[in-house]
T-cell receptor, first 111, second 113 residues
């Protein structure tokens, strides 16, 4: 079945860039998403990218998609302590079907 | 708009007790989902409902039942709670068009002793 893999932890210094990586197996993914989960809260959609794009920028966030290698990354520029959270990568196979989530990457920002 | 709401926020059960987790959305979404989140396991899909009147099993359905009461509401029932069901439960919903992103509720933290 489909699978989404992420590294579990990332630690960066405040002001540096963070890069969170994700790989997926489903070559027919249509949309790929990044969600953020703050402590004690539900998941919030940060950004998404359509499978025919290779890059999307949204303020401090840059998403890169390498469809050939099935690799997705999220870059957060000028990382702040408020960015400390768990980040989930997810993919959508087709239309209105359940998303497949990775296990999440816990980002710790050191002041 | 409230988005996706869940009740209760916290619950403690004894082994063998039953309870129903409630979820409602006000975004007129067709699809609704129940997940559980455990440390190191990410999110695992328990059940989902692609439209009113339909439900399907996800990755970990054993020990749970669901009811799609109407378009707004999707409940999750534990008939006989077990300590292995101690977890944080999230409800989500999504529309039938656009980018199909899911919107999540704030979660229910359940402890079974």
């Amino acid at each position: 079945g489909e699978d989404v893999e992420q590294s579990l932890f990332l630690s960066v210094r405040e002001g540096d860039s963070s890069v969170i990586n994700c790989t997926y197996t489903d070559s027919s993914s249509t949309y790929l998403y990044w969600y953020k989960q703050e402590p004690g809260a539900g998941l919030q959609l940060l950004t998404y990218i359509f499978s025919n794009m290779d890059m999307k920028q949204d303020q401090r966030l840059t998403v890169l998609l390498n469809k050939k290698d099935k690799h997705l990354s999220l870059r957060i520029a000028d990382t702040q302590t408020g960015d400390s959270a768990i980040y989930f990568c997810a993919e959508n196979h087709s239309g209105n079907t359940p998303l497949v989530f990775g296990k999440g990457t816990r980002l710790s920002v050191i002041a | 708009n409230a988005g996706v709401t869940q009740t209760p926020k916290f619950q403690v059960l004894k082994t063998g007790q039953s309870m129903t987790l409630q979820c409602a959305q006000d975004m007129n979404h067709n699809s609704m989902y129940w997940y559980r989140q455990d440390p190191g396991m990410g999110l695992r899909l328990i059940y989902y409902s692609a439209s009113e009147g339909t439900t399907d099993k996800g990755e970990v359905p054993n020990g749970y039942n669901v009811s799609r009461l109407n378009k707004r509401e999707f409940s999750l029932r534990l008939e006989s709670a077990a300590p292995s069901q101690t977890s944080v439960y999230f409800c989500a919903s999504s529309g039938s068009s656009g980018v199909y992103e899911q919107y999540f509720g704030p979660g229910t933290r359940l402890t079974v002793t």
